[in-house]
């Protein structure tokens, strides 16, 4: 029997796509309290802090979020501005205990959603008890750079900022020292890493020298826990991603994917019902694809990571609304994690 036929009737079919299923219940937060205590054992007192991740659009950040962590928590794309809400992903290093926060990247915004996000971006750092700037090594220090290396003294003050010069395969170590030495003049960072956000290369050393940064305390989050989302964000932002690799031109930054209900299933499934929001009704026919074709390949792109990302089988149903004016409606800011106010002009 093929992996088609042991999902349950019409799923990631066009007729699927188009139906509402019944009323589900929703899946809240993963646990987020602080565990508490003092946690202090034979190797020492436990450490744990924040880490904002900054930088351009397309500069790794996500990318280096999910290498961190060690699984994928944020959406990943060739195209930019995908990264639209802080992400959260809980790294251990030792006995100590990382949260990443992975913001939007930092570039001139034009309408309502960019605002939002690049103010996210900016709030994501205020908390942090320490930032990491990307910068792209084969790219050097561009004007969005150089806007951010501007604005650091201002946002900042005196929190530490560490530098990684990310893509380092892509040039050679000349061009590369020099470009270390050009940032650092621009702005006094505590430390400058070369890595390969893609490749791995010197991410398990600056992993552990911001282990060995973070400010004694308990750990924040239960030591298996891997983000600080709710679950049907996260499986919203796994379907957005799809769409988004499978879509070209402006139509990714024209559609929103929200969970609709999550039903747990007495088989230890889970049923879960997701709703794309577009912007012009001709966008939802680039959306379904002829025949359905390219719902039913995100459909069961998404179902897939979903299923190894939760451990256990998934029946995902997709259903695409054309709602004109999305962009400008709070509930819509609200399920990206967003503050409708920060759009403003």
């Known amino acids: 029997m093929s992996e088609h036929d042991q ?9 699927a796509a188009q139906g509402a299923g019944p009323e589900a219940l929703h899946e ?16 020492g007192p436990t450490r744990a802090g ?18 961190m962590v060690g699984a994928k928590v944020s959406i990943v794309t060739h195209k930019v501005q995908t990264t639209r809400a ?23 915004p034009r309408r309502r959603l960019d605002r939002a996000m690049v103010a996210a971006a900016w709030s994501g750092v205020a908390d942090a008890d320490m930032v990491v700037l990307l910068i792209e090594a084969h790219r050097g220090i561009t004007d969005g ?12 003050g005196r929190k530490p900022v560490a530098l990684a010069i990310n893509k380092i395969d892509k040039v050679k170590s000349e061009a590369l020292l020099k470009l270390a030495q050009d940032c650092n003049a621009a702005h006094p960072f505590v430390k400058t890493f070369m890595i390969s956000a893609e490749r ?3 991410a398990a050393d600056l ?6 940064e973070m400010p004694e305390s308990p750990w924040l989050y239960p030591e298996d826990q891997l983000a600080d989302l709710p679950l049907r964000m996260i499986a919203a932002e796994m379907t957005r991603e799809k769409l988004t690799l499978r879509l070209h031109q402006e139509l990714p930054y024209e559609l929103t994917v929200e969970t609709e209900s ?14 794309i929001y577009v912007a012009r009704e001709g966008h939802k026919g680039i959306v379904l694809g002829k025949g359905g074709e390219t719902i039913k390949a995100v459909s069961k792109a998404a179902r897939e990571e979903l299923a190894e990302f939760l451990g256990r089988k998934v029946h995902l149903f997709l259903q695409v609304k054309v709602r004109p004016n999305w962009l400008e409606e709070k509930e819509r800011y609200s399920e990206m994690g967003l503050d409708f106010r920060d759009g403003n002009g």
Not at 28 to 43: N, R, T, V
């Open 262 to 275: 999550w039903q747990e299933r007495e088989d230890g499934s889970a049923r879960i019902d997701q709703m």
């Open 207 to 212: 992993k552990e020298w911001l282990g060995a």
């Open 145 to 156: 750079v150089r806007a951010i290396l501007d604005s650091l003294p201002e946002r900042l």
């Open 28 to 43: 809240d937060d993963l646990p987020g309290a602080p565990i508490g205590g003092d946690q202090h054992g034979e190797d």
């Open 86 to 108: 802080r992400i959260r992903g809980v790294a251990m290093e030792g006995r100590s205990q990382i949260v990443f926060v992975d913001t939007p990247g930092l570039f001139r």
């Open 200 to 202: 791995g290369h010197g």
């Open 7 to 15: 999902t349950p009737e019409g799923e990631d079919t066009p007729g």
């Open 50 to 67: 924040y880490v904002a991740l900054i930088g351009e659009p397309n500069a790794g950040k996500s990318t280096l979020l999910n290498r």
